[in-house]
Structure formats: structure tokens, C-alpha cells
């Protein structure tokens, strides 16, 4: 959504941790646009997807070019169309194309150029100042039906992101909580100097379309004058020269007030720092001891600044990443043993050890142990006294942006998408998930978000995925495991605003079948939002990306009964 050019958050995230550029040799002699008519390919049904292609020819020659639009849904139905121009020296030329819409699904596109019948290379954004060089452009569009909570705040929603500019599609996908980064070294750049940049364009929007607002305040890049190194460094030991001085704490403290003060009233709750376990323990490559005991002082100072601005702002903190959560937890242990009194809510990242979807190397939301991980937080929160409440403040995994929109690895994705979403909820305690990310944020070339590019983006299936786990797992509780076969996984949750149930469904392995009997009040919706079985007899695929069967309450034990007997078929080609 670029509202305001100068919102820059996604932009200085991207530079601050991710750092792939893929330059082409030279320029492309053409230079394509692709304008999607929704809000960042996101449509209602029947609503307009206008989508404007706007062709420039950068040369000092008159040119003859062929656009050719391929479009594949995710039920395999093409829709084509090809344009034949003259353009000239420096000139461009716009087509447009109305999309189907009707039906809820997903739309993947290829839009390539021909000049003399051959393909032509084109530059594509792939996010912030970065971009590729293929012989096609790629786009797509997603068709949702409008979220329970669209246009309304929803304290109790479970579905949140990290980052994303376009906050209709944001919303339109079924998020309510919304994390922005602010870091200190920007905010502060010298002591009492506040420059609050881009957070009021943000919380505008967050206020206009009903968001929850974690904000989160790292501390890194810090501002040079409140390192150790320029208070003259710490015992002679240069890994605490770019640490936070004990003397910079009382600043620390005031510009955590003096953020909560700006934004008081928009705000649910303030994270202090961001993954502290590997900013002040494997970073530096100080001792546990010393790296938990460094962030602790940035809690508490930070807990006191919360409070002195609004005491009903919730003081969020230990979002250690997957390399804490996946060694037992050793950095929250010694903070909670030193300052629970300072950390109202957990928010730990409970990563997978292999973060990236790749051809035959991934590893699943259940394979990475996420349910494990999650119980072992709630469990050390519960001896330390604490609520057993955390919520997942940061998780998600890279696809490369190659990787075509309907290819079975981008839809096997798609699917760890959704998987750790229902896992996440599957677990009592954990109330909310922030999903890493919405867009951008490139690793090497493996990218975060639901959604490619960066301006104008547009959605990849596991938007779809996300839109529709939200819409089906809106104010469920976990009700626990169906066990059926080995093959198959199966969650139960519990509509807290209607009388169903709904099962989580997917495949660990091979496509099935699954055939069964069925209550008439049974329907069965897969992740693009599609009705794929309903009534007395259900045929219904399964693969990677869950599906969704919701029956009356008082039909469900017999639904279930009816799941465990079912037969599953193997499915072969596209079946």
C-alpha cells in the first residue's frame, strides 16, 4: 500500500536484516509495471480486479512488443489475453485487464514481453531496492470474503503480522495485531532529540482500520553515544563495546516514556527488544549469565518507562529467537529467575532450526517441535509464577522468490503456513501469533512475506492460506488432537461465538482422499477459501495446505467417529 511515500519501516527492516542483492548486468531495454486494481491483489468477491500493465520502452528507437497475460488458478482454469503495440523512443503504452473474481480463490500471473517473437528480459522488485531480472513479470490475485472482524477491533483475535504497509489487505486477510519495529539508534539519535519518523503515518492507519498495536522497541542500531565504547568501554572487554552502557539506562527508560506517552491510548503493549538472546548473549559472545543479565537491565528500565507513561500498556519481553527456544530456554530461565516482576507477557520465536522452504530440505511447524516449544515456555512461565499466556511474537520461513506461485514446493509452503497457524492455536495458553512477515524481508533470496514485492505487492497462495485459517479459526478454542492416521493430521477447536466445531486437516506426506460419511451439517473448505464438501458424504483432498470441516456442536463426536473410519485414497497428477 504505499499511502505515504514516506513510510519507510518495511524499507529500514530490509536493510537492517536482510542482505541479498540480485543486480542484472544491465538494464532491460523494457520496463514493465503491473498496477493490481485491488488493495494489493486482494478482492473481495465481485468486486473490480482491474489490473493495469503499463509498458515503457526506454530506448531511443520505435519498438513493436506483444504483451502475452497468462493467468492459472488454483483449480488449474486458464484466463489469457495478449496485446500487440507499436511504442515509441522513451514512450509507454497501457493495457488493461479485468480479472475474474466472482469466486473466491487464487489467481497466479505471468506477464511476459515479446519483441521479434522472443522473450525479453524484465526487471522486477522482489522488495525494498531489490529486484530481479527474468523473461517474465509475475502478479497475482486473491479472492476472500470479508473476515469476521473486518472494520471492527477484536482484542481477542488470534492472527497478527509483523510489518506490512498495506493495512486494507492487512485486514482484508483477517489480521488484527499488527507489530511495528521502532529502534533506538533512529529514534534517539542523540540523548533527549525524539524524532518519531514514520510510527504516526503508522498508527493513523492501525487506528483507522481497528488494529491491536504490539509495538516493539529494539534497541539496535543503537544511538553511538549510549554504547559502552563511549563511556569509555566496560573492564577492558571489547564484546561489550557496542552493548548498552549502565550509564545510557536512565535514557533508555525516558525514551521508552516518551514513546508510550506519544501513542498513549493505541497501543496494547510495548516488547522491549527484539530476540535478546542472540542481541546480548551469541551476538556479542558473552556468557549467558552476562547477556541475560545485560537484558535485564533494559526490562526494568524499560518496564519503568511503560508504566510512568500508562500503567494499562502490558510490558512484553523475552522474544528470544529459535536459538534460546531450541536449547531449553536457558536465557529466559535466568531472566525470569531475576525479573518475572518485569515481563507481563512472553513473547517468545519459536523458530524452526531450517527456516527455508526448499526442494526436498524444509522442515514442517511440526517437525521444528512448535507445539513443544511453546508447552516448555508455558511451563516455565507457570514455575515462575507467571499466567501460563505467551504469544508468539515472531515466526514464519523463507520461500525463494523464484519459486513459481503454483509450484507444489510454493503450495507445500503455502501449507507450513497454515499448519503453523492451526498449531499454534492448537496450544491452551497461546493467545495471539505474529507471522514473519507480511511482505519483504530477504534472506539470500528467500523471502518472509505472504506478499511479493514490495510496490505494488501482490499475494502468493500462503496469503490464502493465512485469509482463510483466520476466517475458519476465528474465536476457537483448542479442544485437542483427533487421532486418525499416520498420514494424516487432524485439530479440533471450539467456535466460541457459534455452536460448530471445526477440524484442522492436512496431509503429512502424500496427496489423499479422504471419503466419508458425514453429519448434513457438516462443510469442508479448503485453504483458498474454496467449499470443497458438504452434507451427508464428504470426497475430499488432502495435502499440505489444511482443510477446514466445521459441524454442529452437537454433530461433532459423530463427525469424528465418521473421520476415523474414513478411507484415504492416494491422489496422483492433479488430481
Known amino acids: 500500500m504505499r499511502h505515504w511515500p514516506a513510510f519507510p519501516f518495511t524499507a529500514l527492516l530490509t536493510m537492517l536484516f536482510c542482505t541479498h542483492i540480485e543486480c542484472a548486468a544491465h538494464e532491460p531495454h523494457w520496463r514493465l509495471h503491473v498496477k493490481p486494481g485491488a488493495y494489493s491483489g486482494v478482492a473481495l468477491p465481485g468486486e473490480k480486479a482491474e489490473y493495469v500493465f503499463q509498458l515503457e520502452n526506454t530506448t531511443q528507437d520505435d519498438r513493436q512488443a506483444e504483451i502475452r497475460l497468462r493467468c492459472t488458478s488454483d483449480v488449474g482454469q486458464k484466463w489469457d ?72 477491533c477484536d482484542s481477542e483475535n488470534y492472527f497478527g503480522l509483523i510489518f506490512m504497509e498495506d493495512f486494507e489487505a492487512t485486514e482484508r486477510i483477517g489480521v488484527k495485531n499488527m507489530m511495528p519495529y521502532s529502534d533506538w539508534g533512529t529514534f534517539e539519535p542523540s540523548p533527549g532529540e525524539y524524532r518519531y519518523n514514520w510510527l504516526d503515518g503508522f498508527f493513523e492507519q492501525a487506528q483507522k482500520h481497528n488494529m491491536e498495536v504490539l509495538l516493539k522497541l529494539n534497541h539496535w542500531p543503537m544511538p553511538h553515544w549510549a554504547m559502552w565504547k563511549a563511556h569509555g568501554g566496560y573492564q577492558g572487554r571489547k564484546e561489550y563495546d557496542t552493548l548498552p552502557a549502565d550509564a545510557a539506562m536512565e535514557h533508555w527508560r525516558d525514551y521508552v516514556k516518551a514513546m508510550v506517552e506519544r501513542y498513549k491510548g493505541k497501543i496494547v503493549a510495548v516488547e522491549i527488544n527484539n530476540e535478546p538472546d542472540l542481541s546480548f548473549w551469541m551476538g ?54 531475576s525479573g518475572h516482576e518485569y515481563l507481563e507477557v512472553f513473547t517468545g520465536h519459536p523458530y524452526a532450526d531450517l527456516k527455508y522452504y526448499e ?9 521444528s517441535g512448535l507445539v513443544r516449544k511453546c508447552n516448555e515456555a508455558l511451563d516455565l512461565l507457570e514455575k515462575h509464577g507467571k499466567r ?24 507445500g509452503y503455502a501449507g507450513g503456513i497454515g499448519q503453523m497457524l492451526v498449531l499454534g492455536r492448537s496450544v491452551p495458553g497461546v493467545k495471539k501469533i505474529f507471522k514473519h512477515t507480511g511482505v519483504t524481508c530477504n534472506e ?17 497462495p500462503a496469503a490464502c492460506a493465512y485469509a482463510t485459517c483466520a476466517r475458519e479459526l476465528h474465536h476457537v478454542e ?16 471450539q467456535k466460541r461465538d457459534e455452536d460448530r466445531v471445526v477440524l484442522a486437516l492436512w496431509s503429512t506426506n502424500e496427496k489423499l482422499r479422504l471419503v466419508s460419511a458425514a453429519p448434513t451439517s457438516t462443510a469442508a473448505v479448503n485453504s483458498f477459501g474454496r467449499l470443497v464438501g458438504e452434507g451427508k458424504q464428504l470426497s475430499v483432498p488432502l495435502n499440505a495446505m489444511p482443510t477446514y470441516i466445521s459441524v454442529s456442536s452437537t454433530d461433532a463426536r459423530s463427525l469424528e467417529q465418521h473421520l476415523q473410519a474414513a478411507s484415504l485414497e492416494k491422489m496422483h497428477g492433479s488430481q
Open 359 to 367: 526442494r526436498g530440505r524444509f522442515t514442517t511447524p511440526e517437525k
Open 444 to 460: 539470500g533470496g528467500h523471502v518472509y512475506g505472504l506478499f511479493r514485492a514490495y510496490s505494488p505487492m501482490y499475494p502468493t
Open 388 to 411: 501460563r499466556e505467551m504469544w508468539i511474537g515472531e515466526l514464519g520461513w523463507g520461500l525463494h522468490y523464484n519459486e513459481p506461485l503454483l509450484s507444489q514446493l510454493s503450495l
Open 81 to 152: 489475453r495478449d496485446w500487440k503495440f507499436e511504442i515509441a523512443a522513451g514512450k509507454e503504452h497501457i493495457v488493461k485487464a479485468v480479472l475474474p473474481s466472482e469466486e473466491t480463490g487464487y489467481w497466479a500471473m505471468q506477464i511476459q514481453v515479446f519483441e521479434d517473437g522472443k522473450a525479453v528480459p524484465l526487471k522486477q522488485e522482489v522488495s525494498s531496492n531489490e529486484h530481479t531480472v527474468r523473461d517474465y513479470f509475475e502478479s497475482g490475485l486473491m479472492v476472500v470474503p470479508k473476515p469476521p472482524s473486518y472494520g471492527k
Open 284 to 337: 556479542p559472545q558473552i556468557s549467558v549469565e552476562e547477556g541475560a543479565e545485560v537484558y535485564l537491565k533494559m526490562l526494568k528500565h524499560g518496564y519503568e518507562g511503560v508504566k510512568a507513561a500508562d500503567p494499562n500498556v502490558l510490558v512484553a519481553g523475552c522474544g528470544v529467537g529459535g536459538w534460546d527456544s531450541g536449547t531449553g530456554y536457558r536465557f529466559t530461565k535466568l531472566v525470569l529467575q
Open 478 to 493: 483448542p479442544a485437542g488432537r483427533l487421532e486418525m492416521s499416520a498420514a494424516v493430521r487432524a485439530y479440533r477447536f
